[in-house]
T-cell receptor
Framework: GAGVSQSPSNKVTEKGKDVELRCDPI?????LYWYRQSLGQGLEFLIY????????KSGLPSDRFSAERTGGSVSTLTIQRTQQEDSAVYLC???????????FGQGTRLTVV | KNEVEQSPQNLTAQEGEFITINCSYS?????LHWLQQHPGGGIVSLFM?????KKHGRLIATINIQEKHSSLHITASHPRDSAVYICAVRGNYQLIWGAGTKLIIKP
């Protein structure tokens, strides 16, 4: 596609449920990043993929968070047993390599009630 | 001390004014990004710099690697420039973000 696509754009879920967020990067981009932005806060790094592997998972806040990337393209971020503090906008970005300009998706707004 | 410091945190100006937003960082970087985030909107990459100066329309970004400082300038500012402007530096993999500068341009 022309840009980074994320789905869903909005997700409301009940506390304790699992959610899956999807990121479709720009075709040919090998690097993919997940960030989150809580209300009124800055951007928080979660995980970086180079191809299908994740050299840096240091930002995942707990073992309830996991991410995978298959075929060097689409990535899914899974949050298990969601908590209210997981409510945030989850942003995905991709870049051609790990050291070139990053392009952002519109984000998924997650609300845990 | 944060690794990336932006100033000012908030800036309100009149339409037409020349705007400068500053970014200082304390880590070694391979590149610096300026990004724009509109209220309720996504994030748009404005510039990626590793040296010198870049210009796009009314936006100019400069970086001084020795001084670990970058500036984003907006000439002939317009109300549609109102947004949060974020400086982010790239280390090995991840981007290290500044807190952002909230810019409001009044007509």
């Amino acid at each position: 596609g022309a840009g980074v696509s994320q789905s869903p754009s909005n997700k409301v879920t009940e506390k304790g449920k699992d959610v899956e967020l999807r990121c479709d990067p720009i075709s040919g981009h090998t690097a993919l990043y997940w960030y989150r932005q809580s209300l009124g806060q800055g951007l928080e790094f979660l995980i970086y993929f180079q191809g299908n592997s994740a050299p840096d998972k240091s930002g995942l806040p707990s073992d309830r968070f996991s991410a995978e990337r298959t075929g060097g393209s689409v990535s899914t971020l899974t949050i298990q047993r969601t908590q209210q503090e997981d409510s945030a906008v989850y942003l995905c970005a991709s870049s051609r390599t790990g050291n070139t300009e990053a392009f952002f998706g519109q984000g998924t707004r997650l609300t845990v009630v | 001390k944060n690794e990336v410091e932006q100033s000012p945190q908030n800036l309100t100006a009149q339409e037409g004014e020349f705007i400068t937003i500053n970014c200082s960082y304390s880590v070694g970087i391979s590149a610096l990004h300026w990004l724009q985030q509109h209220p309720g909107g996504g994030i748009v990459s404005l510039f990626m710099l590793s040296s010198g100066k870049k210009k796009h329309g009314r936006l100019i970004a400069t970086i001084n690697i020795q001084e670990k400082h970058s500036s984003l300038h907006i000439t002939a500012s317009h109300p549609r420039d109102s947004a949060v402007y974020i400086c982010a530096v790239r280390g090995n993999y991840q981007l290290i973000w500044g807190a952002g500068t909230k810019l409001i341009i009044k007509p």
